[in-house]
């Protein structure tokens, strides 16, 4: 039986000021391959970096993946 893991993984991207993804690390994880899930969520999210005078600019992104078991049935 697997041991019921909850928390929370963190992740950190860079944003540049095309719009692609660079620099994408894991900053906490809880192990159980749930970084990876983490990882796919924050995959499919579109970014549209910030404007500084007009420009657009790079952009650090850290997002927070919170994991909770449901009650067995």
Excluded: C, N, Y
């Amino acid at each position: 039986m697997r041991a019921r893991v909850e928390g929370t993984v963190t992740l950190h991207r860079i944003v540049e000021a095309d719009g692609h993804v660079s620099d994408v690390r894991v900053v906490r994880t809880l192990g159980e391959g749930l970084e990876m899930e983490a990882q796919k969520a924050f995959a499919q999210w579109q970014f549209r970096p910030p404007l500084r005078m007009g420009e657009p600019v790079a952009v650090a992104v850290t997002a927070e993946f919170a994991f909770h078991m449901a009650p067995p049935r």
